[in-house]
């Protein structure tokens, strides 16, 4: 909306707004009731490792930093590209973001279908990082195109990255509840943000100087990250699952009536 109006009141009031909304959310927050006490580990279980040294667990969080690279992707390279790289008016940029905001808020829910298994949860990771790729790569068709061919191209592109963004979000957040020890869920969800805090630093930048700044010798490139990405999540995970059982509890045995 704030692109679309233009003007700098515009880009006050969705600042403001969306400070009134951190607040609300922090007030949500603290009024929750907090448990008694954390969850005690079962009775012959073996103690789990620091989450700082799991180094399959950071592994997947880094791997799915790197895929929610689409952020990055859809808020700054999206806009640079499309006013620097081609004929389509700057105000498309408005209709991808709202684009991208309808379909979330729609279809969210749907898209997750798998998340609720370890192993669903990684191959959504996977679909995310093929349809990732496939949106770079049609984003690179778009290279100094004129407006009735970008504008088409462009929204099968977020269409594309709507679909992997909504893959992305599910498969990681349910690798980050299904890895992590029950007694340790705080500690691991930390580590898991580490991920996340990949993305926020160094995605602008990335996607500034490799794809926007490459063009579609860049994109291509984004691509092939993106697929590498998804494709290891797949092993990575069935890795710390053996790992995961592993520690879990051992069941006693049981003699049966006469048995020593």
């Known amino acids: 909306g704030a692109l679309a109006v233009g003007t700098r009141s515009a880009f006050y009031a969705v600042v403001l707004t969306a400070a009134v909304a951190q607040g609300v959310c922090a007030i949500v927050v603290w009024r929750l009731a907090v448990p008694a006490s954390v969850a005690e580990p079962e009775v012959g279980a073996r103690v789990s490792r620091s989450g700082l040294r799991d180094i399959r667990f950071i592994g997947l969080s880094l791997l799915c930093g790197i895929l929610e690279f689409y952020q990055p992707i859809l808020t700054v390279g999206l806009p640079l590209w499309i006013i620097t790289r081609t004929s389509a008016p700057a105000s498309l940029n408005s209709v991808l973001l709202i684009m991208d905001t309808v379909v979330i808020f729609l279809f969210q829910v749907s898209l997750s279908r798998g998340a609720e298994t370890t192993r669903g949860s990684a191959r959504l990771l996977l679909r995310s990082g093929i349809l990732l790729a496939c949106c770079c790569l049609v984003i690179s068709l778009t290279q100094h195109t004129k407006s009735p061919v970008a504008i088409p191209l462009l929204l099968v592109a977020t269409a594309l990255l709507v679909a ?24 691991y969800q930390g580590v898991f943000a580490l991920g996340r805090g990949v993305e926020q630093t160094a995605g602008p930048l990335v996607i500034t100087v490799l794809a926007v700044g490459l063009g579609r010798i860049g994109w291509a490139t984004l691509a092939v990250v993106l697929l590498l990405a998804g494709l290891a999540c797949i092993p990575l995970t069935r890795s710390a699952e053996r790992e995961m059982a592993r520690l879990a509890p051992q069941p006693e045995l049981i003699a049966a009536p006469g048995q020593p």
């Open 164 to 187: 992997g963004e909504a893959s992305q979000a599910a498969g990681s957040f349910g690798l980050s509840l299904h890895l992590p020890p029950a007694e340790r869920q705080g500690e």
